[in-house]
């Protein structure tokens, strides 16, 4: 649907539109809807992933049928907070890189693909602005608490520019928190962005550690799910230990944990069951498992992690 299409709209304050699916309020979770976004795009003759013609103007993004912990008013107070600290430090933005930044303060789950160049520029006054890569834009358009999705399709370059045009529409902004220790963002993205930004008067000054700070305080729903997380491993290794029998596989053992917290509810984990046993233990204690089989008394090690929400 693009603009001047048939359908009833309704806009929020942020700016963005919706056409109505009996949905009345974007941070309503309960139903589905279609969000209208503005987009640009260098390249005018781009179809994205999806086949959505990107360029100036309207397109239509569906509502996915993502679950989402916390609630989109939590998220906008940790964006609140956000800004407090950066108006502490002096900062009248914060392009925030980070796969874990951009979860906690707008609510994007984005586990794949974490050396493509996605960044939101949050000011004091202003809603969020996403540069993301074009197969990423539904995904960023999932939260309401994202003003405006600009995308890239090329190379990181383009990303580059693309994000130094949407800096441009920022004149009052001179001082710009970048989370320089992200490993999310590829090395020469990164010096790529920042020489864009200083290009257009930026003073640039790292901020790595101010959403992360602000991550160490939890509320009560990440407390819950915290623990949550705890007792999927204990799963995790009552799963595990069940299986270690002599001429089992390490990878047996490592296949039943991972079902077992699977079923109980759990989720992809970055950390992923290591295990080494007898021999191996003395030079190689972090490994995936192999097909090793299990022997009578030896040693075994196992590292694992647990992820719920």
């Not at 309704?10 to 009345?24: A, H, K, L, P, T």
């Not at 430090?89 to 493509?116: E, K």
């Amino acid at each position: 649907m693009r603009r001047g299409d048939h359908g009833e709209r309704r806009g929020d304050r942020s700016g963005n539109e919706y056409e109505r699916s009996g949905r009345e309020d974007p941070a309503d979770q309960s139903q589905s809807y279609v969000r209208l976004r503005r987009t640009t795009q260098v390249n005018q003759k781009s179809y994205n992933n999806f086949g959505a013609y990107v360029c100036t103007g309207w397109t239509m993004t569906v509502q996915l049928d993502i679950e989402h912990p916390f609630t989109w008013e939590e998220h906008a107070t940790r964006i609140a907070r956000t800004r407090e600290k950066m108006q502490e430090q002096a900062l009248d933005m914060l392009l925030v890189t980070s796969l874990h930044s951009i979860y906690y303060l707008f609510g994007i789950d984005r586990v794949a693909s974490a050396g493509v160049f996605q960044g939101v520029l949050l000011s004091l006054d202003r809603p969020p602005v996403a540069v993301v890569w074009t197969y990423w834009d539904i995904l960023f358009a999932q939260s309401p608490l994202i003003g405006e999705i600009r995308t890239w399709v090329r190379d990181y370059d383009e990303a580059a520019e693309v994000l130094a045009q949407t800096f441009s529409e920022f004149p009052k902004a001179t001082r710009v928190g970048v989370e320089i220790s992200d490993s999310a963002v590829p090395p020469r993205t990164h010096m790529r962005v920042v020489e864009k930004l200083r290009a257009q008067g930026a003073q640039i000054v790292d901020a790595s550690d101010l959403v992360t700070r602000l991550r160490v305080v939890k509320s009560p729903t990440e407390v819950l799910c915290m623990r949550r997380a705890a007792e999927l491993l204990d799963i995790h290794f009552e799963a595990a230990f069940a299986a270690m029998k002599p001429g089992a596989r390490e990878s047996d053992a490592a296949g039943a944990a991972i079902n077992a917290t699977y079923s109980a509810g759990g989720e992809h984990c970055i950390f992923p069951p290591l295990m080494t046993t007898g021999i191996n233990t003395l030079h190689r204690t972090i490994h995936s498992p192999s097909r090793r089989r299990f022997k009578p008394g030896e040693l075994i090690v196992l590292e694992a992690g647990a992820a719920f929400q």
